[in-house]
T-cell receptor, first 116, second 112 residues
Framework: AQSVTQLDSHVSVSEGTPVLLRCNYSSSYSPSLFWYVQHPNKGLQLLLKYTSAATLVKGINGFEAEFKKSETSFHLTKPSAHMSDAAEYFCVVSDMFSGGYNKLIFGAGTRLAVHP | SQTIHQWPATLVQPVGSPLSLECTVEGTSNPNLYWYRQAAGRGLQLLFYSVGIGQISSEVPQNLSASRPQDRQFILSSKKLLLSDSGFYLC???????????FGEGSRLTVL
């Protein structure tokens, strides 16, 4: 069965410094992987997705993630944090196509705090 | 472009009262539709999904039900709310069978 582990529940950075949010996955086949962001009391917004094309995926707002099969990782990075990046981030793996619906497995989330 | 609308945004209800949350999608046909719940300090839990009109699948036993009366309309209901039903409810849609989910803005339910 597929699973995803977000290695940090909280990450705190200063504005202008790099962001690294770590995610490891478990999958018996080549997975689809996603990162979502959720601001307080808002829905989830897709940041980026990996679907077996280029291993370095660029997303919105300057975020990117690298798929590393040998390490079963899909870490999210950004070169320079902005105050507006403060939010909760979810790493997500897509389970096998089953029953006609997209079964997504969500990580527990990483709360990113950005300090001035 | 596709959009998803979810309402009400905030709801405070007494224990034992009914519930109806509604979600509609525009700009696409035959979507898969989903209801998730996000309880405080917990991750996202898939409650229901639907692959077509009148077709509802439940992931977990609970006090809630869902219906899909039209292709792009998804309703979450309860006849009698429990305290444990409090949480943030998210509706989502996807293209049939593949890819990412697109989420609504959520509905915050507080049961007192």
């Amino acid at each position: 069965a597929q699973s995803v582990t977000q290695l940090d529940s909280h990450v705190s950075v200063s504005e202008g410094t790099p962001v690294l949010l770590r995610c490891n996955y478990s999958s018996s086949y080549s997975p689809s992987l996603f990162w979502y962001v959720q601001h307080p009391n808002k829905g989830l917004q897709l940041l980026l997705k990996y679907t077996s094309a280029a291993t370095l995926v660029k997303g919105i707002n300057g975020f990117e993630a690298e798929f590393k099969k040998s390490e079963t990782s899909f870490h999210l990075t950004k070169p320079s944090a902005h105050m507006s990046d403060a939010a909760e981030y979810f790493c997500v793996v897509s389970d096998m196509f089953s029953g006609g619906y997209n079964k997504l497995i969500f990580g527990a989330g990483t709360r990113l705090a950005v300090h001035p | 472009s596709q959009t998803i609308h979810q309402w009400p945004a905030t709801l405070v209800q007494p224990v034992g009262s009914p519930l109806s949350l509604e979600c509609t999608v525009e700009g696409t046909s035959n979507p898969n539709l989903y209801w998730y719940r996000q309880a405080a300090g917990r991750g996202l839990q898939l409650l229901f999904y639907s692959v077509g009109i009148g077709q509802i699948s439940s992931e977990v036993p609970q006090n809630l039900s869902a219906s899909r009366p039209q292709d792009r309309q998804f309703i979450l209901s309860s006849k009698k709310l429990l305290l444990s039903d409090s949480g943030f409810y998210l509706c989502a849609w996807s293209v049939r069978g593949i890819g990412e989910l697109f989420f609504g803005e959520g509905s915050r339910l507080t049961v007192l």
